[in-house]
């Protein structure tokens, strides 16, 4: 197959055991998996893929699963080109259902029905025993909600690349076509009505306002607790936002805990909101509205009447991709991480207490079967120093910095592959302009603050650059007080560009090495509209 070889990382040692591998295009998903694999959480999660190229070989193509390798700890997947028209499998799903009813009326309520018992489960009152038999059971139904996910996401991944390949023809930019989709009801919305309404109710009592100015985000809330009655109504207000959307992760890092479990992303918006840092998700979200509606009457104004017909017809498919994209990643996505996450704390917690590993992140690296095979009553130092030194090998991997991409790119690519995954871009020949992918038009120069997860949001500054790996759901709050965005993957349809455009500031993704070729502190430029940034 014809390509073009990509450089070779400059921060990624790449050994192929079969050189034919370098011949083929190898992508990894780092805004789901931005950390090298931890053997548990990678037992358990991955599941979640293996269930979604199930799906993908049972709606027709290709032949056989799409193969997998793993490089210093990050799976990579080698990439299928999609078949013209809709999956065999897919077209024949009752076509009388229009996509977001096929969604509401038979995916999510099987997704629910898998996912409700695994919410219920109180891991903190199992035995041990029981509690390594429940992790060994949740590949299954995690497997399930891959290919679930696969039906709910690849027909309209595959409707918003048409449309975006029609309005091509008419001059309308990647960003412009994606921001036709902007302004409709999602369920992060949602979430943030209820965090900026319960900041901004905060804010009218000078006592709350001022324990959520000076606390940093993981002390607010034993601070409030101690203010007793003025802060009852705030925390129950809190209480209940995590119950209906503490399912979530503010950090891919395999160790941390989700929100229900570490609720500082939840603190940060609701200060945010309560210090005038948060815009009024409404008034952005009628602002987006009308942005999206005078693009699409801008372009149908320039079009035929067959053209017309064509365009609306495409719109029509491409326009619930928006919400079904952002609320699967709500309801499916992240519900799969905190799952994991929550089930790798638990059990990596109650190993180090029966002292069956030497430090508590040792329990993430016994794999599904040893953890199995484990015997709870007795201490084996072999296994015990096993894992130790996996922990150490998983934590040079973290020095690495690996691409989107790897081996050779083919002539062409699916637009949905570069459009969410991201890409390997060509460098500039200067080491102090850095290329990448343009997701939010705009230019803004600002001190760079690179974040690893949300425990870090303290750090970012009114104005500054937010330079990560990706960003995710819980992070929305710090791009109203971020002045650009730079990320090292993703694409149009990636979280940080979509929020990015939403909230009017210049974002650039896929910038290989980002979080190591740029400083903390530095000075940098953001050019989201050619997709350039430049260091000072």
Known sequence: MPGTPLAPPRNFPVAWDDPADAERYWITDLQHHAYPQVPLAHALGE???????????????????????T????????????PPGPPPRLAGLDDSLKPLARWEQ????????????LKAA?????????LVRFACALPEPLERLGTLHHQAVLPFGMAA?????????????????????????????????????????????????????????????PRLRTLGAPAAALLAGVAAHIAAFGWRVGSLHPFSRPVMDDPTPVWVAHR?????????????????????????????ARLTDEQRTRFDQLYAAALPAVQIMEDHNVLIDQVVHALVQRTCDRVARRLHAAALVREREDGYFLSLEELAALDLAAPDAARIATLAGRRQEWTRWCTYAAPVALGTRPAEVDDFADQF???VHEGTGNPRVLSGTPGSAGLVSG???????????DRLGPGEILVCITTLPPWTPLFARAGGIVTVSGGVLAHAAITAREYGIPAVLSVADATSLIEDGQRVTVDGTNGIVRLE
């Not at 001190?447 to 949001?457: G, K, N, P, Q, Y």
């Open 122 to 130: 109180s891991l903190d009152a199992l035995s041990l025993p029981e």
């Open 161 to 221: 690349g048409m449309l975006t390949g029609f309005c091509a023809r008419f001059g309308l930019s990647r960003a412009e076509v994606a921001e036709m989709g902007h302004g409709v009801e999602s369920l992060s919305l949602a979430s943030n009505r209820q965090q900026y309404a319960l900041g901004r109710a905060a804010a009218t009592d000078p006592l709350l306002l001022a324990v959520l100015e000076e606390s940093r985000a993981g002390e607010i809330e």
């Open 47 to 69: 599941a979640f893929p293996r269930g979604m190229n199930k799906a993908f070989v049972q709606d027709g193509p290709p032949p056989s699963p799409p193969r997998m390798l």
């Open 447 to 457: 001190t760079a603050r690179v974040l690893r997860d949300m425990s870090e949001a």
């Open 71 to 82: 490089l210093n700890g990050y799976a990579y997947t080698e990439y299928r080109a999609l």
């Open 106 to 117: 038979r995916i999510l309520p099987a997704v629910e029905a898998l996912i409700a018992p």
């Open 421 to 423: 995954f991201g890409r």
């Open 272 to 300: 945010a909101a309560a210090t005038g840092a948060m815009r009024d998700p409404d008034a952005q979200h009628a602002a987006v509205a009308r942005r999206r509606e005078a693009l699409v009457a801008a372009l149908r």
